[in-house]
Structure formats: structure tokens, C-alpha cells
């Protein structure tokens, strides 16, 4: 079974940091794509980042593109999301995913984390 736990959100100060963390279970991560998606109030879930399998190829969503960062740590069985310059508009529910691993679709979600950015 398929569990994806996320960690780390909570109430932080524009300009301020956080760093998210997903912890896999059921899955191997160093084997799959990884992703991150948040969903603001009142708006549709949208992609943040992701990471491939192998390599660095990390792709972004324009919006956080220079500030935030996701990584992987194979031995831990954990993605991170590393945050900086943080804003209100990145203000939402941030949720882990991973892909099925034969249709590469984004299959598997997490329960999320709630993150908030005060002005």
C-alpha cells in the first residue's frame, strides 16, 4: 500500500523559509518521478515541482522557479521541498505525489500540509 506523509507546513512570515518533507512508503522514490502540487482556497490544485528518477532535470512551476527547491534523499525514502522568499500568493496545501509507475500519470496522493505566508 501506497503511502506518501507530508511534513513541515505551517505559519511563516513573508520572506521566510520552509522546507517541506514527504516520506514514501510502498514506493521507492530513487525509482520514480517525483512531484509536489499545492491548492489555494477557491483555486484548482496546480503543479510546483518535480524530480526525476535519475538525474537532475527538476523542473518548476514559473511562479516558484529561483526560490524553491525539491530534492530527493534515496536512503531516507524522502522528497523535500525546500522553500525560500516565500510570499502570501504561495499561500495553500501542498501535496506529495508519485506517479504510476506504468502510465507515469500521477497516481499516488498525499494527505498534504498546510502552509501560510503572513504580508
Known amino acids: 500500500q501506497v503511502q506518501l506523509v507530508e511534513s513541515g507546513g505551517g505559519l511563516v512570515q513573508a520572506g521566510g523559509s520552509l522546507r517541506l518533507s514527504c516520506a514514501a512508503s510502498?514506493?521507492?522514490?530513487?525509482?520514480?518521478?517525483m512531484g509536489w502540487f499545492r491548492q489555494a482556497p477557491g483555486k484548482e490544485r496546480e503543479f510546483v515541482a518535480a524530480?526525476?528518477?535519475?538525474?537532475?532535470?527538476?523542473n518548476y512551476a514559473e511562479s516558484v522557479k529561483g526560490r524553491f527547491t525539491i530534492s530527493r534523499d534515496n536512503a531516507k525514502n524522502t522528497v523535500y521541498l525546500q522553500m525560500n522568499s516565500l510570499k502570501p500568493e504561495d499561500t495553500a496545501v501542498y501535496v506529495c505525489?508519485?506517479?504510476?509507475?506504468?502510465?507515469?500519470?500521477?497516481?499516488?496522493w498525499g494527505q498534504g500540509t498546510q502552509v501560510t505566508v503572513s504580508s
Open positions: 510502498g514506493l521507492t522514490v530513487s525509482t520514480l518521478r
Open positions: 505525489a508519485a506517479p504510476d509507475p506504468l502510465t507515469g500519470a500521477w497516481r499516488y
Open positions: 524530480i526525476p528518477w535519475r538525474g537532475f532535470n527538476t
